[in-house]
C-alpha cells in the first residue's frame, strides 16, 4: 500500500526517497523488524528546558493520588504562561498517553490559574523528567480485530460535579486512540455516567470501522467495547424505558442502534482489567504502571523486550 502511494507521489511530484521516516512533526519514529516505536523525548525535553524543569526531581506518577482541584476567581498565576504550559503537555499527548488525564485535569483552569493548579501542571513535567524516553511501540500483528474499552468515574468534577468519560482503541496488542473528557451533563449514578462514556466510546469505535472500511480492513465480527460496570451494559440492551433511563436524552440511546444491529458488542470486564481507568482518575504507582503496560507503552531501548510478541 505505502509503496504504491509513494510511487504515484513520485510520478505527480518531484521528490526524494530518503528512506524510512525517522521524524515527524516533533514525533520520533524508531522503525525495525520488531515493530515500529514512537515518542517525543526531543520534544519532552524542549518543554523542561523552556519552563525551567530541567533539573527537577523526578516523581513516578503525573498526577497526585487524592488530588482536589477548584476554580479560583482570583487566580494568581499569570494565565499566558499557564497556557503555554498546558499547550506544550497537550501536544505530547499524541504519544504519551499516560499524561492524558492529568493535563486534561489542568487544562479546565486555563481562564483563571492559581498556585495549585501550576503545581499540578508542574507535577506532569516532573513525572515527565523522569519517563523522558518513554513512548508506545507497536508490533506486528496479525489480528485486525478493533477492540475498546469504556469507562467512567462518577462526579469527580468538583465545580460542576461532572464526571469523566476515558476510552481506547487497540488493535493488536497496542493502543492507538485515547480519550479523557468531562461529560457534557451531570449524571445521577455510577451506572449513568457509564452508559454516557459508552455513548462515546461507541461513536468513536463506529467511526473508525468506517475508517477501516475505507482502508480495506472491514470489521466482520462485532466490535468488542469491554466495560466494568453490568448496569450500563444492561441498560444498553434494554429497549424498554423506565424509572433508571426515562430522563436520559434520547442521543445517548444511539448505542442501542448499534448494539442491536451486531455492529458493536459490551463486554463486561473486571477493573483490573480496565484498560482506560489511566484517563478518568489519579492511580497508585504500582496500578498506573501496569495500565501503561496495558496500553502498550515503553521506554526506548527496553522495546525490543516486546519485539517476539506474536499475535
Given amino acids: 500500500m505505502f509503496e504504491d502511494f509513494k510511487r504515484r507521489m513520485m510520478k505527480e511530484f518531484e521528490m526524494t526517497d530518503i528512506g524510512l521516516m525517522a521524524h515527524f512533526l516533533g514525533i520520533e519514529v524508531v522503525q525495525s523488524e520488531k515493530g515500529i516505536f514512537i515518542s517525543q523525548s526531543i520534544y519532552a525535553k524542549e518543554i523542561l528546558k523552556r519552563f525551567g524543569m530541567k533539573k527537577c526531581n523526578p516523581v513516578t506518577t503525573s498526577v497526585e493520588t487524592g488530588l482536589e482541584l477548584r476554580k479560583n476567581e482570583k487566580g494568581d498565576v499569570d494565565p499566558t504562561y499557564f497556557k503555554s504550559l498546558v499547550g506544550s503537555l ?81 488493535m493488536g496488542d497496542t493502543a492507538f486512540t485515547w480519550s479523557s473528557k468531562k461529560q457534557a451533563i451531570v449524571t445521577l449514578s455510577l451506572c449513568e455516567a457509564e452508559y454516557v462514556a459508552a455513548f462515546s466510546a461507541v461513536c468513536h469505535g463506529i467511526w473508525i470501522r468506517n475508517v477501516l472500511q475505507y482502508l480495506g480492513f472491514p470489521q466482520v465480527n462485532p466490535t468488542e467495547v469491554y466495560i466494568d460496570n453490568r448496569s450500563a451494559i444492561a441498560l444498553a440492551k434494554n429497549p424498554v424505558f423506565h424509572e433508571r433511563s426515562k430522563h436520559i436524552d434520547t442521543r445517548y440511546h444511539f448505542i442501542r442502534e448499534h448494539v442491536k444491529n451486531k455492529e458493536v458488542e459490551l463486554i463486561p470486564c473486571r477493573t483490573y482489567d480496565q484498560a482506560a481507568d489511566i484517563f478518568t482518575k489519579p492511580l497508585k504507582h504500582d496500578v498506573f504502571e501496569r495500565q501503561k503496560t496495558m496500553l502498550g507503552m515503553t521506554k526506548h531501548g527496553e522495546s525490543s523486550l516486546r519485539g517476539d510478541v506474536e499475535c
Fill in 90 to 170: 497537550r501536544y505530547l499527548t499524541c504519544t504519551r498517553p499516560d499524561i492524558l488525564y492529568g493535563v486534561g485535569l489542568v487544562s479546565r483552569y486555563m481562564e483563571t490559574p492559581d498556585q495549585s493548579h501550576l503545581n499540578a501542571a508542574k507535577m506532569i513535567l516532573r513525572y515527565i523528567k523522569g519517563t523522558i524516553n518513554d513512548g508506545i511501540l507497536y508490533t506486528k500483528c496479525e489480528d485486525c480485530r478493533l477492540i475498546g474499552y469504556s469507562v467512567s468515574d462518577w462526579g469527580r468534577d468538583l465545580d460542576e460535579r461532572k464526571s469523566i468519560t476515558g476510552f481506547t482503541y487497540f
